[in-house]
């Protein structure tokens, strides 16, 4: 199908309702498949950590939820710039769906990094620099909820929030850097959470599975989630009464 | 000659808004001494503590009294109609909210700028670390009246937007909080701070390119009801 | 030369609430006309003139539209700035170096030039933002209840300007529960079911 086709008919809720039908299922099984392997991989077979012992293997949690919620960030920000720009009610739609998953998967990270924290540092919390990052990006993700919460109109709740979302984008860079500096300005960079580099694929493969398992789950949760706003938002049409007549 | 004179014509208007407001506009600058003041006596007054933390609580404090003065920024003007007017008619928009932005930094940064060397002196900031303060406010507290610009415009419409505008405001200070407080502290050290009063710079251009459009947009969505 | 319409509406349509609040509503003002847009509370008078306005765009069709001037529920007039501050702000936004004292005497405010509008009446106030309307010139006007707040000698001016408006070849579109009894009035109801009752009566 030609690009320019693809683009506008996926402005068209009914044609987005039909195509991701079998996709959810897809990615569905995907998701549940890929985690299950990934988790029982890491937390069974995998060999544990020379310095750390067993206590590493949260890794096989917090790594994944930590990446999927600063992409679903991103995603926000390019959903946002196709609604303000195009006005497509999809973007909106993702834009709805996708802040709740995220600020899950962003308080999951933050959660499951503390746990790791306490055996590893002593310590449930560190003022270091990714776990400050996320903790900041948890409250643009507040901001961003909080406020589609505020306005009553759904249209106009959606466009505010792709301008939130959109400052947000074009400042996390600046907040991780200037988090990365103070970090280094107040405490010795011992604490680094991650040498991914140095790991055995034997450790690390298993953390891939999990990392695409839990972005097919954003995909699947995105998707399943859309469906269901695009039946409620089109509730009035003639296809979806034909659809519900049907079952 | 006419996208002059909108700019001056919005500047002339906020001015004389703020003239006929005058005890609304001390309100901020007398929270912000209240509040150091308060930090004083919970720190139970102990020079060496009230030091170490001065460029910490001077800069949260000009955060906090910078986000007091947005909720009035566009409020005034929603409530009688006039930003419908001016979103309606000025052309381009982006004018009149820089303006609108600029007055808003002239009596919260500006004036904050102003009085610092006071609220240093209760804090007994070293008075050698005075200038590195004064202009790491003179150069971060633009950024916070334009990016705190754009949450007021989203929130306007909202009749208790004020908690919301603080969610949406303040993570988005961080990096300016970071620099501006990070380059106090560093010259209190003795440590070269130059990186980041430019880094205030860089963020208050981009805040300055891209906060009058993303405010304007903000503006016609809060409208849109 | 063919007549140049200062409004075209065509095919415009808008949903509030899951409710249709008109649908494939085609219409045109051309110079000239008085509009009288009526219908019950809740049948989209506002939110018609605000999309014309452009304050509102959440709605499907094409509206092609002259310069405007809106004039909305909230007279747009700072309590704390004077009639004249209120206008000169104006005419620096539209770009117009016109003089705003004849404009305020017209609508009745000589003399109340230069105090706070905190201090005039609620129709005072509203008598300001007439004032705008002289000020503008913009072909055409969009009135949201402009009787609102005024006494008998301030809803006769509305009439005069609107009437010496039309004249001169602009046009108004006006909401408004009670009628101007204007002379040469267009009827466009809105509420009920539109594509029969939207319609002109001469």
Redesign the interface.
Known sequence: MPLKTLWHRMGSPRWMYQMSGSWVWVLGVMATVLLIVGSLWGLAFAPADYQQGNSFRIIYIHVPTAIVSQSTYMLLGAAGLVLLVWRMKVADMVLATAVPFGMSMTALALFTGAVWGKPTWGTWWVWDARTTSMLVLLFLYFGLYALRQAIPRQETAGRACAVLALVGVINIPIIKYSVDWWLTLHQPATFKLTEAPAMPPEMWLPLAVNVLGIYCLLGAVLLAALRLEILRRERDTQWVRELVAAR | MSVAGVFVGQLRREFKLLLQSREELANPLIFLFLALTLFALGGGGSPEMLRDFAPAIIWVLVLLANLLALEGLFRRDYDDGSLEMLVLMAEPLFLPVLAKILAHWIYSGLAMTVLAPLAALILFLPAEVLPTLLLTLLVGTPALSLIGAIGAALTVSLRRGGVLLALLVLPLYVPVLIFGAGAVVEAMAGIENMAQIYWLLVITMVALTIAPFLVSAALKISLEQ | MMTTHLLTLSGLACQRE?RDLFDDLDYQVAPGDYVELTGPNGSGKSTLLRSI??????YSGAIEAAPLL?V??????????SPL?NC????????SDADPLPALARVGLAGFEEI?CQQLSAGQQRRVALARLILAQRPLWLLDEPLTALDDSGQRLVCQLIEQHVETGGAVVCATHQSLGLSATRALVLGERQSSTAGVVA
């Open positions: 899951g306005a452009g304050l509102f765009a959440d809106y909305g529920h909230r007279p747009a007039v700072s309590p704390l700035l501050d000169q702000w104006f005419l620096d936004l539209v770009g706070l």
